[in-house]
């Protein structure tokens, strides 16, 4: 069946500095979906990507879609403390969709 | 309504006995989703619904768990003969169809004692 594998599976970082989640596949994706859940919240959908090669941008976010199609990545440019919480993807191929294990963002201020 | 509302909240029972989650997802949306998140943990996928078809019941991690959606619209959720290890949040979403981003609504804590 399908697997997906996020990482980090833990990132601490100092306000300011960067962060990126990948999302990787073992199949070809039709389509990977970006949700972000807060602590003690719920996860809130971001964004999806369909195209391979696709770049889309969110003010800080910059999403990427890999050009096989098989795996993705979520960048965070200047981190603030605001972007904590737990990143996760969502990976559909041929109907059938995974949500990876989330990528835990921790900000230092 | 604006967005996918779960009731209760919260729900504390005791073990063996039998719990109703509800979820009424954003309206018109054909898709609705039912996950289990324990703490710190990731999505556990229990069920789909879309449209007419017959749900994809794949997550469901035992007969104890069943879930039915009336009318295209509310689904209710049900565990019977609740077990400890069936404490989790239990996350509704809904969506325009199975290739767009999901809603999610608050989540219903589940804590069985």
């Known amino acids: 069946g399908q697997q997906v594998m996020q990482i980090p599976q833990y990132q601490h970082v100092q306000e300011g500095e960067d962060f990126t989640t990948y999302c990787n596949s073992s199949?070809?994706?039709?389509?990977i979906q970006w949700y972000k859940q807060r602590p003690g919240g719920h996860p809130v959908f971001l964004i999806q990507l369909v195209k391979s090669g696709e770049v889309k941008k969110q003010k800080r976010l910059t999403f990427q879609f890999g050009e096989a199609k098989k795996n993705s990545s979520l960048h965070i440019t200047a981190t603030q403390t605001t972007d904590v919480g737990t990143y996760f993807c969502?990976?559909?191929?041929?109907?059938?969709?995974?949500f990876g294990d989330g990528t835990t963002l921790t900000v230092k201020p | 309504g604006a967005g996918v509302s779960q009731s209760p909240s919260n729900k504390v029972t005791e073990k063996g006995k039998d719990v109703e989650l509800r979820c009424d997802p954003i309206s018109g949306h054909t898709a609705l989703y039912w996950y289990r998140q324990s703490l710190g943990q990731g999505l556990e996928f229990l069920i789909y619904f879309q449209g007419n078809s017959a749900p994809d019941k794949s997550g469901l991690p035992s007969d104890r768990f069943s879930a039915e959606r009336t009318g295209g619209s509310v689904s209710t959720l049900t565990i019977q003969r609740t077990q400890q290890e069936d404490s989790a949040v239990y996350l509704c979403?809904?969506?325009?169809?199975?290739?767009?981003?999901?809603?999610f609504g608050s989540g219903t804590q589940l804590s069985v004692l």
């Open positions: 979403a809904s969506s325009l169809g199975g290739r767009k981003g999901l809603f």
């Open positions: 969502r990976a559909t191929n041929a109907g059938k969709s995974t």
């Open positions: 199949t070809t994706l039709s389509n």
